[in-house]
Nanobody, 122 residues
Framework: QVQLVESGGGLVQPGGSLRLSCAAS????????MGWYRQAPGKQRERVAV???????NYADSVKGRFTISRDNAKKMVYLEMNSLKPEDTAVYYC????????????????WGQGTQVTVSS
């Protein structure tokens, strides 16, 4: 009923840029924080960037100054603009959102997308 769908991953050379998008769809009543996480092979999933409903942002130290998170509340979408990409940014990137469903009560629950692969390599 409620799902997050990412798009925009791919292969890029070091120093290049990519833009990830994530759309929330379904019977959604309210959207809270939205964010991006990533998981590299053999590593734990880590938070990359989070944006609140009011637009406050928080970034991992490793991406500060290179990545920008933004959202469109009307479209229920979140974006991640990634610049100056490095090989260590290679990972599966997951969209996350706190959502409440119509008829599902007021509590915000965590939802995850299926992930999109970002590979930074020459």
């Amino acid at each position: 009923q409620v799902q997050l769908v990412e798009s925009g991953g791919g292969l890029v050379q070091p120093g290049g840029s990519l833009r990830l998008s994530c759309a929330a769809s379904g019977r959604i009543f309210r959207v809270g924080d939205m964010g991006w996480y990533r998981q590299a092979p053999g590593k734990q999933r880590e938070r990359v960037a989070v944006i609140s409903g009011g637009g406050s942002t928080n970034y991992a130290d490793s991406v500060k100054g290179r990545f920008t998170i933004s959202r469109d509340n009307a479209k229920k979408m979140v974006y991640l603009e990634m610049n100056s990409l490095k090989p260590e940014d290679t990972a599966v990137y997951y969209c996350n959102a706190e959502l409440s469903r119509i008829g599902g009560g007021s509590a915000l629950l965590d939802y995850w997308g299926q992930g999109t692969q970002v590979t930074v390599s020459s």
